[in-house]
């Protein structure tokens, strides 16, 4: 597509239950972001891939988060034993090659944990 | 620890007049800043950047401006328009480190007043 594509838009889910967030990015960008928006805050970095790797995770902010890319292309954030405070809106970028700056965001995925 | 600073978090302007948004930074690695809107239930959009080696760049209406000996950068919006009304984030990241991560403000929202 022509943008950076996320799914689901919203997701209501009950405590302690797993979520996956799905982001496609724009073909060719080879990074790949995952940041998330909480009420009142600014974008929080989660992690970072370049290609299928991710080089970066320091945003991660427990071990029931993690991520995954394959074939370069799509990726998946897991959280897993949801808590009330993830709930927030997880936004996915991506750009073409390493250190380029400018970001192309999703709309974001809306997680509200009950 | 915040390292990029949006201390207004709103601002209203009247039509035609200029605005002024401000940002300041405390890790003096930053060597690349940029600024991005965001419209609500959409994603952030790239605005403007502007890399250390510069003051000043200008696009159209919109003038970011790099005080780096006092850590601070400001977008001008001149004249302002209703269609600006937006939430504008400030990001700053540290390229020449090899680091890939921007790091965003809490952001200001616009209100441009016809």
């Known amino acids: 597509g022509a943008g950076v594509s996320q799914s689901p838009s919203n997701k209501v889910t009950e405590k302690g239950k797993d979520v996956e967030l799905r982001c496609d990015p724009i073909?060719?960008?080879?990074?790949l972001y995952w940041y998330r928006q909480s009420l009142g805050q600014g974008l929080e970095f989660l992690i970072y891939?370049?290609?299928?790797?991710?080089?970066?995770k320091s945003g991660l902010p427990s071990d029931r988060f993690s991520a995954e890319r394959t074939g370069g292309s799509v990726s998946t954030l897991t959280i897993q034993r949801t808590q009330q405070e993830d709930s927030a809106v997880y936004l996915c970028a991506s750009s073409f090659g390493r250190s380029s700056g400018e970001l192309f965001f999703g709309e974001g995925s809306r997680l509200t944990v009950l | 620890d915040q390292q990029v600073k949006q201390n207004s978090p709103s601002l209203s302007v009247q039509e035609g007049r200029i605005s002024i948004l401000n940002c300041d930074y405390t890790?003096?690695?930053?060597?690349?800043f940029l600024w991005y809107k965001k419209y609500p239930a959409e994603g952030p959009t790239f605005l403007i950047s502007i890399s250390s080696i510069k003051d000043k760049n200008e696009d159209g209406r919109f003038t970011v401006f790099l005080n780096k000996s006092a850590k601070h950068l400001s977008l001008h919006i001149v004249p302002s328009q209703p269609g600006d009304s937006a939430v504008y984030f400030c990001a700053a990241s540290a390229r020449g480190t090899g680091a890939n991560n921007l790091f965003f403000g809490t952001g200001t929202r616009l209100t441009v007043i016809p």
């Open positions: 073909s060719g960008h080879t990074a």
């Open positions: 891939f370049q290609g299928n790797s991710a080089p970066d």
């Open positions: 890790n003096s690695m930053f060597d690349y």
